[in-house]
């Protein structure tokens, strides 16, 4: 018998028989013997409906408030879900957040999880019960709703399965699993048998939207096994743990890629220690995200910096600029938009330093001009005009053979 | 400065705009100097949306997940409201019925109250808040969601009232008061102005669906001054308190009416001492509600046993008793459909034994044949054909000139 956390997002139960599919998913594996705790979220489009009522409300609504708006949309999916398995004679129960002992910092929106008191849940699962947990949602210290903000779900469900020392972590979803790249672009887009959770991070990270960032370091904190799958098909989801001993030949894992990129340059900075302290506190005290950071030197006393953000928060960057330009005493400001980024992952580029170098030569010889480079120890990041985005991860993805199958350690599970 | 509990039904909240609606009502308290707690129900229709989703989902969900589902409706309201004062740039917090401290017994869809923790909530007030309670729910010594079943909201309010010792509880919904008897029936039908605890326990309890019993029984228990008014016309409504001096002249109050009533008649049971005992122990333990009965010698050693139930239980009752023909030794079952239940209320009856005789009498002169008769300290009810029902209203309505305005103390409130 295995403790094993299912976790099924919204479109896996955004109707009445997409709810049922997914209690005939838990019998299944609660007859083969599995002790199951299942972590939903909100129903399809509800949470939308929510917003869209607050918002005709007010267009400022408060947090606290939202939080408590929001939170109902879990609480419907929990009590559906184990009304569906009491029916197919399935002992279950459903809890919401503080029920289920979720305690999360006192802040609303995007609350961090504090602590689990796993008390009741415990309790219930010693009853021979299937515990249904809504996701997302938690109570602060001061008894107060709160939320865990974007891809909440997910964290819950690790965040249970670290608590309850599950053997397992299930995150059903809309895809089959984890892709070589977006098979959306990319007809060759291979499914990955398995990832470490770095690589699952920066792919996360890079916008492969397949599991929230968040949820994968908590999982590699606490080095809980997760499995991505279908809700919907009964095929092989793709690992994601800390050994992947089997494709470590492999020196790209995957390629993710987002467009929406904007690189702005500011010209004739003092070269002096504390300017990019200076220029980045700045920004960030003003809310703007940066990304990648690029800084060259212009003459003996100036420096250019350059950095990425969301084409989005242009206008709003601009403007923080020219207010701070007497603080910072920069000379001009530029820059670039429709831009993108696409970036190679894979831990095996540690102790491959070519790498990065057949990279540059892949699009070199596509014509494809590299406006800005970045680079860890398991990625390498490269900023590109839009429209060369998906002929770069084309023929990176070509390059790198992530189509072609290789010989993976079999998930057995 | 007054504390006031306001309470709004599902009609009164049903839309944004009434919502907006309610939140400028609550602001011209507020602006007034009153200290407000605010219960709110779901949204109009969405309590029936929940139920049928659970029903598409089983046709017997469990009582404990259907209170997880249903409470969600009032969660939404309370949020939405908090949030609509909020714009308006009052402050508001929204409380669930577990934040509120609702303590109810351990049993679902149908639970009482048992105590109230007012500390949350006398803390908000402390710090200037409106405080906008979820009706209906509350929570177990064991931490589970309870309903508190038909007519919650208005029992939320109450007792919230009483709890936090208000100097009034004011129920607003789609009517504009207490009437006589039911004006959709009888166009001269009157508001009153103010009603007894006993007399509007009669009047709810015989059908005049305005105010659920439960949440009169507990106004009367704990001395709240309850007062039923629109909430969308700014008229004044009924008060409902122990004092009516004003209208003690008045010997009937008010007329309540309902149909849907069937006459069971048991024939030749035995004339013993446990007959009637044997007999509603079987109906009751069978889940079969009597209302009137009538018991009268049928000869030395039998007796003949009327009662009323509605129509919907007279299959089942009819199958109760077959079962248990052998055991109650009775002879025969007739039954009679189509009836209707008459009822004339008022406190001063008690000092007044002509009124049940001029009843009968004015009946007689409309040629409507009595079947059954009851009474209580303040009421008398008879039941007749169903066709003659509203006849027997509008004539009894005549008679004991319920049409005509009196002196009344206006209320002050």
Redesign the interface.
């Known amino acids: 018998m295995a403790r094993i956390v299912q976790k099924y997002g919204g479109t896996s139960v955004g109707s009445?028989e997409r709810?049922?599919h997914v209690a005939s998913r838990v019998e299944r594996a609660v007859l083969a013997g599995d002790e199951l705790v299942v972590v939903v979220s909100a129903m399809g489009k509800s949470t939308d409906e929510?917003v869209f009522?607050?918002n005709?409300?007010?267009d400022?609504?408060?947090k606290?408030?939202?939080d408590?708006?929001l939170?109902?949309g879990e609480?419907?999916t929990?009590?559906?879900l184990?009304?569906?398995l009491?029916?197919r004679g399935i002992e279950a129960?459903?809890l919401?957040g503080?029920?289920a002992g979720m305690q999360t910092e006192a802040s609303h929106g995007n609350a961090r999880i504090e602590s689990i008191n796993n008390d009741?849940i415990e309790a219930e699962l010693a009853k021979g019960k299937v515990v249904i947990v809504a996701g997302f949602q938690g109570i602060s210290e001061n008894?107060e709703?709160t939320t865990l903000g974007r891809g909440g779900s997910d964290t819950t469900a690790v965040a249970l399965a670290a608590s309850l020392k599950a053997s397992r972590c299930d995150i059903y979803t809309d895809v089959t699993g984890v892709f070589t790249t977006d098979p959306r672009y990319v007809k060759k887009a291979r499914k990955l048998h398995s990832i470490s959770y770095d690589e699952m991070l920066e792919m996360a990270n890079l916008g492969a939207g397949v599991l929230h960032p968040r949820a994968v370091e908590f999982a590699k904190n606490y080095d809980v096994p997760l499995m991505v799958a279908s809700s919907m098909e009964d095929t092989v989801g793709t690992m994601i743990e800390e050994e992947v001993t089997m494709e470590q030949n492999l020196i790209v894992r995957g390629i993710a890629f987002e467009n929406d990129v904007t690189k702005v340059t500011v010209k004739g900075l003092p070269n002096r220690l504390d300017t990019l302290s200076k220029l980045f506190t700045t920004l960030s005290e003003n809310q703007v995200n940066v990304d990648i950071i690029i800084q060259n030197q212009y003459d003996d006393e100036h420096v250019n910096i350059s950095f990425s953000i969301t084409q989005s928060s242009l206008k709003g960057t601009l403007a923080v600029l020219q207010e701070a330009q007497g603080e910072l005493q920069f000379e001009d400001v530029t820059f670039e938009e429709e831009l993108a980024k696409v970036s190679i992952i894979g831990s095996g580029m540690v102790s491959n330093p070519g790498v990065a170098a057949k990279m540059f030569d892949v699009l070199a010889k596509n014509d494809i001009f590299v406006k800005m480079v970045s680079t860890s120890e398991i990625k390498v990041s490269v900023v590109v005009q839009e429209i060369d985005m998906v002929l770069a991860v084309e023929m990176l993805h070509e390059e790198f053979k992530l189509a072609e199958e290789v010989e993976e350690a079999v998930v057995t599970v």
């Open positions: 009445v709810i049922q929510l009522l607050a005709q409300i007010t400022s609504p408060s606290r408030e939202m408590m708006l939170t109902t609480q419907v929990i009590s559906l184990s009304m569906a009491q029916a129960i459903s919401t503080w029920q009741r008894g709703i």
